[in-house]
């Protein structure tokens, strides 16, 4: 009797430490599902012809690595790196390409990162100017400045929309009279996106800055860009 015991004991052992290793191949499986969708989804935020230059970018990138950021001085694990739908934005010639709301990614080894090409670098920078760091989104807009290809401009655009007083500040000294034309096209392209942008501006406005430093809409930082945009010429 003693000995069935021992034996079933045994056989239990066995059988957890094969549920183990079946339960660790099913999270390393998942994981890789999980990492194709985000490369799948970045991918899709630049134009065919930047694919080859997006995946060595990819590479350099965290994807596979856990996500932890600081909440209230606690290490919060974050379960998908990237949050919110995709929006489709049109460029000229019927291309079309789309950005996300929010990545969760860590920043690359600089090391490693000036290790890419120039192109390579402004596609790095675009996808981080949807982190949810603002200091984060900040710093890579102006590694931005001075760059105005067509597939760039979306996600200075964006950053139109957002909270960050900051950075609309480091985004008013990006569009100037030499290539505010540029701005404007994009936003004809796209008219239902603009007026959303435009309206989180004003809403953001009321929540945050309406009370403080700028009473008046004409006044604030975001509103005056907006305005410069929408009486330029296309």
């Known amino acids: 009797m003693l000995q069935l015991r021992k034996r079933q004991n045994v056989n239990r052992h066995f059988l957890n430490i094969l549920q183990n290793i079946k339960n660790l ?95 390579q670098k402004q596609i790095l920078n675009c996808i981080y100017t949807r982190h949810h760091n603002g200091y984060i989104r900040e710093k890579r807009l102006r590694n931005l400045f001075g760059f105005d290809n067509e597939w760039i401009l979306p996600y200075k655009l964006q950053l139109l929309g957002e909270y960050v007083i900051e950075i609309l500040f480091e985004l008013d000294k990006h569009i100037t009279d030499e290539n505010i034309h540029q701005y404007k096209q994009l936003t004809l392209s796209n008219r239902e996106y603009w007026e959303q942008t435009k309206s989180r501006m004003v809403s953001y406005w009321n929540e945050y800055y309406r009370y403080s430093e700028y009473k008046k809409l004409k006044d604030y930082i975001g509103y005056k860009i907006m305005k410069r945009i929408d009486k330029a010429n296309g």
């Not at 998908?80 to 990614?105: C, D, S």
Request: hydrophobic share 35%.
């Open 25 to 119: 191949f099913q999270q390393a499986d998942q994981k890789a599902d999980l990492t194709d969708q985000y490369r799948n989804k970045l991918k899709k935020l630049f134009p065919d012809f930047l694919h080859a230059d997006v995946e060595k970018v990819l590479d350099i990138m965290s994807l596979t690595k856990e996500i932890y950021i600081d909440s209230f001085g606690k290490p919060y694990k974050v379960e998908n790196g990237i949050y919110g739908e995709l929006t489709e934005i049109k460029l000229t010639k019927g291309v079309v390409t789309f950005f996300i709301y929010r990545i969760y990614f860590h920043e690359p080894n600089p090391e490693i990162e000036n290790e890419l090409t120039e192109t």
